[in-house]
């Protein structure tokens, strides 16, 4: 983003505009918390901004200011495609190309409206009009923060917008550990706690409101992890049966790819959960150090991410994309032997 890119927003935000604000599918902690973030700023310069998000989003992330005016395009798609239609701005934010909105993506296609991405997911497209991209952020919620830096608008930030980005900075760096994470970042979220948000308070509300069948389920999990000693590797299955027993929730399954990363020695992790009604294997994929599983996504799994964190699917059975999973490691032996 250059100055130039700057001072054309600024000049663009300076008047009320329509504006939409659009996180990815299944969106996460950081895409949720970035995109209010976002929001209650646009909203404080009236603007009339809304979000859209191309579907529902976890329980844990149902306390945030606002949060319950973000539209959702699967189940209000009429409203949704409206508010797209007629937007002078559209903010995408914690995603690096438009079919990351799934079904959402022909609708922004289409769209004539100024495109301003915000994300630090590795290999953008280049559909937006003003691209803010830095695959070396850890979170898209700290890129916000520079960019109402940049913006000049620090002095705005209260205690609504702080909480949003001190979430999804905490979600997207494993409360602040991943190698993502510098000394900046603890900066800002220092900044974000002088602002008014309550870290204790945030740390409780995404963490400590388990169910019990969420925790039966993390122990099915445990229960269900395998070792590859060879290849430095541990991994997780879920089939569509164990979780509806222990009746799944949306964001259930959230974290629990670490514990498999947690386990000594371990230099990649991969969780693969079974999702019958959309016929996938949805998987997820962790790593330490310079194994990157944004890559491995990409060659195998339909998708991608960043170095040490990625995700994908797979339209085989849970036993064939194990099997697919297990046979391409030999391909990686040297590099996850050599962390
Ligand atoms: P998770 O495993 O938590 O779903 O995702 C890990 C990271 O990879 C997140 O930053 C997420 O946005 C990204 N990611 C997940 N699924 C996909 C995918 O299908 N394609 C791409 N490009 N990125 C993904
Ligand atoms: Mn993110």
């Not at 937006?128 to 000049?152: N, P, R």
């Not at 204790?200 to 509300?205: C, F, R």
């Not at 629990?256 to 959960?273: D, E, P, R």
């Amino acid at each position: 983003m250059t100055t130039q890119d700057i001072l054309d927003i600024k000049s663009l935000l300076a008047t009320p505009k329509k504006i939409v604000v659009i996180p990815h599918k299944n969106p996460d902690g950081d895409a949720i918390g970035s995109t209010l973030g976002l929001l209650h700023y646009l909203l404080k310069l009236n603007h009339d901004a809304v979000i859209v998000a191309p579907n529902d989003y976890p329980e844990f992330l149902k306390w945030l200011p606002k949060e319950d005016s973000i539209l959702k395009y699967d189940t209000q798609t009429v409203e949704s495609e409206n508010i797209i239609n007629h937007a002078d701005i559209i903010f995408t934010l914690d995603f690096n190309a438009l079919h990351r909105t799934g079904n959402m993506e022909p609708v922004l296609e289409r769209s004539d409206a100024i495109k301003i991405m915000i994300d630090h997911h590795q290999q953008p497209d280049n559909y937006a009009k003003y691209m803010f991209s830095d695959v070396s952020m850890s979170s898209t919620c700290e890129m916000v923060y520079h960019f109402l830096t940049k913006l000049e608008a620090l002095e705005v930030v209260d205690k609504d917008i702080a909480t949003c980005l001190y979430v999804g900075i905490m979600t997207d760096t494993g409360s602040f550990r991943f190698r993502s994470t510098t000394s900046t970042t603890h900066r800002i979220i220092a900044d974000l706690i002088d602002k008014g948000a309550d870290n204790t308070q945030i740390h409780n509300n995404v963490f400590d409101t388990n169910s019990f069948n969420r925790m039966q389920l993390l122990g099915c999990a445990l229960s269900n992890l395998k070792v590859l000693p060879e290849y430095n590797t541990a991994y997780i299955t879920l089939s569509q049966d164990e979780l509806q027993q222990l009746d799944y929730k949306k964001g259930d399954t959230e974290g629990f790819v670490n514990y498999a990363l947690s386990l000594n020695k371990t230099v990649l992790a991969a969780i693969f959960i079974e999702d019958k009604k959309q016929g996938i294997i949805k998987i997820s994929l962790r790593s330490k150090g310079d194994f990157s599983v944004n890559e491995m996504s990409r060659a195998h799994f339909e998708g991608g991410g960043h170095t040490n964190a990625a995700g994908g699917k797979s339209t085989t059975s849970l036993e064939a994309t194990v099997e697919k999973f297990i046979s391409i490691l030999p391909t990686y032996s040297k590099a996850l032997n050599n962390e």
